[in-house]
C-alpha cells in the first residue's frame, strides 16, 4: 500500500526548509530541516534530484536501507516508494543512522550545494559545514563523499570567513587530485606577503599534496610526527623556508556531486589582490618528502610496538623508542623519567648507585637478582643514550651485563659517552684497566694512590680520546667496587693480545707498588698475572727488588709497651747500594707458599683455550662434554652435578679442581652458559651445590641435543 498526503496537492514551488522548521510528508513529521521540499524549483536553473517531491508516492514501510537500487546519481524522483519512506525516516531521525546507504546521504548533501551555490546563502554556511562535518564522523569512510564534502568545506568555510586562519595539521589533508583549498588560500596569502614558511606551512604543504602516501608510522603517530617535524625543521631550515611566489594565480571552480551545476568562488582580496596559487610550485617539494621519510623512519619502532600493544602509548617501554628530541620534550614519560635520572646525581656529575635503583627511576621492571639478559641491557642502554647519560658496566662497549644487584655507575656525557669498543687501542686499554682494578683490590682494599695510578695509566695511553679515557675510568671504578665485575673481568684476560699483555703487567705492577707497600696477597696475585699472561715469574721478583717496597713488614695491633729484657742486636750494615734490604730468604719463602695457588687460577685465563690443557685431560673432557656452546672442562662438571643432583660444596671444589677450574669462576660460566640457553642461572647453592630444580628436564633435553 502507497501512502500520499490527503487530498490532491498542487504542485507548489520548492522551499528551504530551515533547521527546526515542523513538517509533515508523506506521515512523517520531520523537523530537523535542511532540505528542499516541494514540486518544482520556479525560476531556478539546475538539478532537482535533492528536491523532496510530496505529490512522489511513498511506501508504507521502509525499502532497500542499504540504497542497493539506487542509480549512481540517485533523486528523491527516481528513487522506488520504499526507498522514499527510507530517505524520509532517515530525515526525521536526524540523519544520525550510519549504516544508511551512501545514495541518501548523496541526496541530502545535493540540497546543501543547492542552497550555497545556487541560493548563494553565505549566512547559513557555517551552519551547513557543521552539518556536513558531522555526516563525514559517521560516512567517512566512502572515498567518494569524502572527496566531495572536503570540497564543499573548503568552500563553505571560505565564504563564512574569507579571513580564515591557518587550516588545522591532519594526517588526512589530502582531498581528491587537488590541494585543499584551504590550504592553498593560506599559503597563497604567505606568498603574497613573501614570507618564509614556518614547520607548520610546510607540513601543511607536503601533507595536502595529492600524491603524499603517509607510512603507518606517520599515520599512527601522528602527534609525535610534527612534533619531530617542528624540530628537525628548524634545525635544517632555521631561517624559515624561502619560497619564490609562481605568476599563477588560484581559480576554484567548484564540481558539484549532483552533476547538474557548477560553482565559482571569486578569491579577490581586496588587501592582497589575487593570490598566488601554490599548487603551481614543485621546486622545493623534493627536499620536504625526503624530510617526511626521515622523520617517519625515526617513529618506525615506536610505532611498531603501538600497533602490537595500543595500550602501550605512555608507558616507559614506549617512551625508550622515541627520538631522543622528543622522549625528553615537554611533560610526558620521557621527561618524567629524566627528572627522576638527574635526581640521582644531585649536584654532581657522577653517581654511584644500585642497579635495582636505576631501573625504579626508569619505571623499569627487572628480575630481585642475577643477570640481566641483552633484551634489558640493550633498551637501558639505549635509554640513556637519550638521556645523555653513560654508565658502566655497559656490555655494548665490552663490559659484562648489568646484575640485578649489582653496582653501576653513571656520569653525565654527551649521547652516552658512545666509543667503538673494537678498537685495538681501546680493548687494549680496558684489559689494562681491568688487570690494574684487579691488583688494587688483591689484598682487600683499595688505597687512593691505587685508583690514582690506575687513572694515570689511563690518560698515558696512546690512540686514546677524552670520552674512551672518561668511560675507561667509570670501568675502573665499577671493578674497584663490585667483585662480580672482577670475577667477569678475570675469565677475560686470557684472549689479549701481546701489546695489551705487556700494559696490563705494567698496570698492574704500577698499581700494587702505588702505595709502596706489596702484600702477600698482592705478591700472589702477580705471580698469577705473570704466569697467566706467559711471563717469567722470575722477572716479577726482580721488579719488586728493583721497586724498594718493604715485603711482609710487621703490622702494629696495640700501642708499644716498653720493658727491660735482652738487649735488641745492632742492625746490620746497611747494603753497599744504600737502598732498602730485602729479605730474598722470605721472597723465596712466599714464593714457595703460592705456588700451588698461582697454578690452579693461573687456568682461569685460558679456561676458553682447550690447548691449555694436557692432552690426556684434555681428550677426557671432550670426550664427556655433551652441552653445546659449553667448554670441555666446563660441561664435564656440569655433567656430573646433573649426574649426581647435587654436591656438597667440598666435593663440589675437588671436582673443579681436578678439571683444573676455580670454584666460583667455574660455577659462573656455567651459569653465564645458562643465561645464553635459558635466561636464568642454572647452578645454586652454598653449602651443597645443586641444580634449579625447574631446569632438570630441560638442561636434559640440552645434553641429548648436543
Given at each position: 500500500?502507497?501512502?500520499?498526503?490527503?487530498?490532491?496537492?498542487?504542485?507548489?514551488?520548492?522551499?528551504?526548509?530551515?533547521?527546526?522548521?515542523?513538517?509533515?510528508?508523506?506521515?512523517?513529521?520531520?523537523?530537523?530541516?535542511?532540505?528542499?521540499?516541494?514540486?518544482?524549483?520556479?525560476?531556478?536553473s539546475?538539478?532537482?534530484?535533492?528536491?523532496?517531491?510530496?505529490?512522489?508516492?511513498v511506501?508504507?514501510?521502509?525499502?532497500d536501507?542499504?540504497?542497493?537500487?539506487?542509480?549512481?546519481?540517485?533523486?528523491?524522483?527516481s528513487?522506488?516508494p520504499?526507498?522514499?519512506?527510507?530517505?524520509?525516516?532517515?530525515?526525521?531521525g536526524?540523519?544520525?543512522?550510519?549504516?544508511?546507504?551512501?545514495?541518501?546521504?548523496?541526496?541530502?548533501?545535493?540540497?546543501?550545494?543547492?542552497?550555497?551555490?545556487?541560493?548563494?546563502?553565505?549566512?547559513?554556511?557555517?551552519?551547513?559545514?557543521?552539518?556536513?562535518?558531522?555526516?563525514?564522523?559517521?560516512?567517512?569512510?566512502?572515498?567518494?563523499?569524502?572527496?566531495?564534502?572536503?570540497?564543499?568545506?573548503?568552500?563553505?568555510?571560505?565564504?563564512?570567513?574569507?579571513?580564515?586562519?591557518?587550516?588545522?595539521?591532519?594526517?588526512?589533508?589530502?582531498?581528491?587530485?587537488?590541494?585543499?583549498?584551504?590550504?592553498?588560500?593560506?599559503?597563497?596569502r604567505?606568498?603574497?606577503?613573501?614570507?618564509p614558511?614556518?614547520?607548520?606551512?610546510?607540513l601543511?604543504?607536503?601533507?595536502?599534496?595529492?600524491?603524499?602516501?603517509?607510512?603507518?608510522?606517520?599515520?599512527?603517530?601522528?602527534?609525535?610526527?610534527?612534533?619531530?617535524?617542528?624540530?628537525?625543521?628548524?634545525?635544517?631550515?632555521?631561517?624559515?623556508?624561502?619560497?619564490?611566489?609562481?605568476?599563477?594565480?588560484?581559480?576554484?571552480?567548484?564540481?558539484?556531486?549532483?552533476?547538474?551545476?557548477?560553482?565559482?568562488?571569486?578569491?579577490?582580496?581586496?588587501?592582497?589582490?589575487?593570490?598566488?596559487?601554490?599548487?603551481?610550485?614543485?621546486?622545493?617539494?623534493?627536499?620536504?618528502?625526503?624530510?617526511?621519510?626521515?622523520?617517519?623512519?625515526?617513529?618506525?619502532?615506536y610505532?611498531?610496538?603501538?600497533?602490537?600493544?595500543?595500550?602501550?602509548?605512555?608507558?616507559?617501554?614506549?617512551?625508550f623508542?622515541?627520538?631522543?628530541?622528543?622522549?625528553?620534550?615537554?611533560?610526558?614519560?620521557?621527561?618524567?623519567?629524566?627528572?627522576?635520572?638527574?635526581?640521582?646525581?644531585?649536584?654532581?656529575?657522577?653517581?654511584?648507585?644500585?642497579?635495582?635503583?636505576?631501573?625504579?627511576?626508569?619505571?623499569?621492571?627487572?628480575?630481585?637478582?642475577?643477570?640481566?639478559?641483552?633484551?634489558?641491557?640493550?633498551?637501558?642502554g639505549?635509554?640513556?643514550?637519550?638521556?645523555?647519560?653513560?654508565?658502566?658496566?655497559?656490555?655494548?662497549?665490552?663490559?659484562?651485563?648489568?646484575?640485578?644487584?649489582?653496582?653501576?655507575?653513571?656520569?653525565?656525557?654527551?649521547?652516552?659517552?658512545?666509543?667503538?669498543?673494537?678498537?685495538?687501542?681501546?680493548?687494549?686499554?680496558?684489559?689494562?684497566?681491568?688487570?690494574?682494578?684487579?691488583?688494587?683490590?688483591?689484598?682487600?682494599?683499595?688505597?687512593?694512590?691505587?685508583?690514582?695510578?690506575?687513572?694515570?695509566?689511563?690518560?698515558?695511553?696512546?690512540?686514546?680520546?677524552?670520552?674512551?679515557?672518561?668511560?675507561?675510568?667509570?670501568?675502573?671504578?665499577?671493578?674497584?667496587?663490585?667483585?662480580?665485575?672482577?670475577?667477569?673481568?678475570?675469565?677475560?684476560?686470557?684472549?689479549?693480545?701481546?701489546?695489551?699483555?705487556?700494559?696490563?703487567?705494567?698496570?698492574?705492577?704500577?698499581?700494587?707498588?702505588?702505595?709502596?707497600?706489596?702484600?702477600?696477597?698482592?705478591?700472589?696475585?702477580?705471580?698469577?698475572?705473570?704466569?697467566?699472561?706467559?711471563?717469567?715469574?722470575?722477572?716479577?721478583?726482580?721488579?719488586?727488588?728493583?721497586?724498594?717496597?718493604?715485603?711482609?713488614?710487621?703490622?702494629?695491633?696495640?700501642?708499644?709497651?716498653?720493658?727491660?729484657?735482652?738487649?735488641?742486636?745492632?742492625?746490620?750494615?746497611?747494603?753497599?747500594?744504600?737502598?732498602?734490604?730485602?729479605?730474598?730468604?722470605?721472597?723465596?719463602?712466599?714464593?714457595?707458599?703460592?705456588?700451588?695457588?698461582?697454578?690452579?687460577?693461573?687456568?682461569?685465563?685460558?679456561?676458553?683455550?682447550?690447548?691449555?690443557?694436557?692432552?690426556?685431560?684434555?681428550?677426557?673432557?671432550?670426550?664427556?662434554?655433551?652441552?653445546?656452546?659449553?667448554?670441555?672442562?666446563?660441561?664435564?662438571?656440569?655433567?656430573?652435578?646433573?649426574?649426581?643432583?647435587?654436591l656438597?660444596?667440598?666435593?663440589?671444589?675437588?671436582?673443579?679442581?681436578?678439571?683444573?677450574?676455580?670454584?666460583?669462576?667455574?660455577?659462573?660460566?656455567?651459569?653465564?652458559?645458562?643465561?645464553?640457553?635459558?635466561?636464568?642461572?642454572?647452578?645454586?647453592?652454598?653449602?651443597?651445590?645443586s641444580?634449579?630444580a625447574?631446569?632438570?628436564d630441560?638442561?636434559?633435553?640440552?645434553?641429548?641435543?648436543?
Open positions: 500500500m502507497l501512502a500520499r498526503d490527503s487530498g490532491r496537492q498542487p504542485k507548489t514551488p520548492a522551499k528551504w526548509i530551515p533547521s527546526g522548521e515542523d513538517v509533515r510528508v508523506a506521515g512523517v513529521s520531520i523537523n530537523s530541516g535542511m532540505f528542499y521540499l516541494g514540486a518544482s524549483f520556479a525560476g531556478k539546475g538539478a532537482e534530484n535533492c528536491l523532496v517531491d510530496p505529490t512522489c508516492q511506501g508504507s514501510v521502509r525499502g536501507p542499504e540504497g542497493k537500487t539506487l542509480p549512481y546519481w540517485p533523486s528523491y524522483q528513487i522506488s520504499g526507498a522514499r519512506r527510507t530517505y524520509l525516516e532517515w530525515l526525521a536526524g540523519r544520525n543512522d550510519p549504516s544508511i546507504g551512501i545514495g541518501y546521504v548523496f541526496i541530502f548533501f545535493y540540497g546543501l550545494e543547492r542552497r550555497l551555490f545556487i541560493d548563494e546563502a553565505r549566512n547559513e554556511a557555517p551552519a551547513m559545514a557543521a552539518e556536513v562535518r558531522r555526516l563525514l564522523t559517521l560516512h567517512g569512510e566512502n572515498y567518494s563523499f569524502k572527496g566531495y564534502a572536503s570540497k564543499f568545506l573548503d568552500v563553505a568555510d571560505l565564504m563564512a570567513n574569507p579571513d580564515t586562519s591557518r587550516p588545522t595539521l591532519s594526517p588526512d589533508l589530502r582531498s581528491g587530485y587537488e590541494m585543499p583549498l584551504s590550504v592553498r588560500v593560506h599559503l597563497g604567505k606568498l603574497s606577503s613573501k614570507l614558511f614556518d614547520s607548520t606551512d610546510a601543511l604543504w607536503i601533507l595536502s599534496l595529492p600524491d603524499t602516501q603517509l607510512r603507518t608510522p606517520a599515520s599512527r603517530c601522528f602527534e609525535e610526527l610534527a612534533e619531530l617535524w617542528h624540530l628537525r625543521f628548524a634545525s635544517r631550515y632555521p631561517d624559515g623556508l624561502k619560497v619564490n611566489s609562481p605568476r599563477t594565480k588560484i581559480k576554484i571552480e567548484y564540481r558539484a556531486a549532483s552533476g547538474g551545476f557548477g560553482g565559482r568562488v571569486d578569491l579577490s582580496d581586496s588587501e592582497l589582490g589575487p593570490l598566488p596559487d601554490i599548487a603551481a610550485l614543485s621546486a622545493p617539494i623534493d627536499g620536504l618528502r625526503d624530510l617526511l621519510t626521515a622523520c617517519t623512519d625515526e617513529l618506525a619502532a610505532s611498531r610496538l603501538l600497533g602490537k600493544k595500543p595500550e602501550a602509548k605512555g608507558s616507559v617501554e614506549a617512551a623508542l622515541l627520538p631522543k628530541e622528543i622522549l625528553t620534550s615537554g611533560s610526558g614519560t620521557g621527561a618524567a623519567a629524566l627528572k627522576r635520572v638527574d635526581d640521582l646525581f644531585g649536584d654532581h656529575r657522577i653517581a654511584g648507585l644500585k642497579v635495582a635503583r636505576l631501573a625504579q627511576a626508569l619505571g623499569m621492571e627487572i628480575p630481585t637478582k642475577g643477570k640481566l639478559g641483552a633484551g634489558l641491557c640493550n633498551p637501558i639505549a635509554l640513556m643514550d637519550k638521556l645523555d647519560v653513560g654508565f658502566e658496566p655497559d656490555r655494548r662497549y665490552g663490559s659484562r651485563c648489568l646484575e640485578a644487584d649489582g653496582y653501576i655507575l653513571l656520569f653525565k656525557a654527551k649521547d652516552g659517552a658512545p666509543v667503538d669498543g673494537e678498537a685495538s687501542a681501546y680493548a687494549a686499554a680496558r684489559a689494562m684497566v681491568e688487570v690494574a682494578a684487579l691488583a688494587a683490590v688483591s689484598d682487600g682494599r683499595v688505597e687512593p694512590s691505587e685508583f690514582e695510578s690506575i687513572k694515570a695509566d689511563i690518560r698515558s695511553f696512546p690512540g686514546m680520546g677524552g670520552v674512551e679515557r672518561g668511560r675507561l675510568m667509570a670501568y675502573a671504578s665499577t671493578l674497584l667496587k663490585d667483585p662480580a665485575a672482577q670475577q667477569s673481568a678475570i675469565k677475560k684476560l686470557g684472549s689479549i693480545g701481546a701489546d695489551a699483555r705487556a700494559s696490563a703487567v705494567r698496570s698492574a705492577t704500577s698499581a700494587v707498588l702505588a702505595d709502596g707497600y706489596a702484600a702477600p696477597d698482592e705478591v700472589k696475585f702477580l705471580e698469577r698475572l705473570y704466569k697467566a699472561l706467559g711471563y717469567p715469574v722470575e722477572d716479577l721478583y726482580s721488579t719488586l727488588h728493583r721497586g724498594s717496597v718493604a715485603l711482609d713488614e710487621p703490622v702494629a695491633v696495640a700501642p708499644e709497651t716498653r720493658a727491660t729484657g735482652v738487649p735488641i742486636p745492632a742492625p746490620p750494615p746497611p747494603s753497599p747500594s744504600g737502598g732498602l734490604r730485602i729479605d730474598h730468604g722470605r721472597l723465596e719463602r712466599i714464593k714457595s707458599e703460592t705456588t700451588a695457588v698461582s697454578e690452579l687460577l693461573a687456568g682461569i685465563f685460558t679456561e676458553q683455550e682447550p690447548s691449555a690443557l694436557p692432552p690426556q685431560v684434555r681428550e677426557a673432557v671432550a670426550a664427556e662434554g655433551k652441552f653445546a656452546g659449553l667448554d670441555g672442562a666446563h660441561a664435564r662438571l656440569l655433567s656430573l652435578l646433573a649426574e649426581s643432583g647435587e656438597d660444596r667440598q666435593a663440589f671444589e675437588d671436582e673443579a679442581r681436578k678439571l683444573r677450574l676455580l670454584p666460583d669462576g667455574a660455577m659462573e660460566t656455567i651459569n653465564e652458559w645458562g643465561f645464553d640457553r635459558f635466561d636464568e642461572p642454572i647452578v645454586e647453592g652454598d653449602e651443597r651445590v641444580l634449579v625447574h631446569l632438570r630441560k638442561l636434559q633435553q640440552a645434553r641429548v641435543e648436543a
